[in-house]
Nanobody
Framework: QVHLVESGGGLVQAGGSLRLSCAAS????????AAWFRQVPGKERQFVAAISWSGGNTYYADSVKGRFTISRDNAKNTVYLQMNSLKPEETAVYHCAADHRGTILSGSHYSYDYWGQGTQVTVSS
């Protein structure tokens, strides 16, 4: 079992930046691929970005390429999502997820074994 805890959400103006963190207490998390998804009420969970266990490979949704950066620090058992140039339509709860297949980067939420509770990001216009 891997427990994921997100932090760093908040209220930001359009064009602003936030950095989200996803921390796990279990060391095995450093061998898992990880991803960020976002969800608004009534809509399906949307893929944002994924990263391999080593951090050597990343994968982004087209809508965030060039603005968001996913990274990880395995010594701290933490994955990050740097979000720049945020847009109001990106207001959502952002969830961290982990996949025991450390090198597989998937945009499907069905691929992921563990999920955090999420952190709210609100972008005002």
């Amino acid at each position: 079992q891997v427990h994921l805890v997100e932090s760093g959400g908040g209220l930001v103006q359009a064009g602003g930046s936030l950095r989200l963190s996803c921390a796990a207490s279990e060391r095995i998390f450093s061998s898992y691929a990880a991803a960020w998804f976002r969800q608004v009420p009534g809509k399906e969970r949307q893929f944002v970005a994924a990263i391999s266990w080593s951090g050597g490979n990343t994968y982004y949704a087209d809508s965030v390429k060039g603005r968001f950066t996913i990274s990880r620090d395995n010594a701290k058992n933490t994955v990050y999502l740097q979000m720049n140039s945020l847009k109001p339509e990106e207001t959502a709860v952002y969830h961290c997820a982990a996949d025991h297949r450390g090198t597989i980067l998937s945009g499907s939420h069905y691929s992921y074994d563990y999920w955090g509770q999420g952190t709210q990001v609100t972008v005002s216009s």
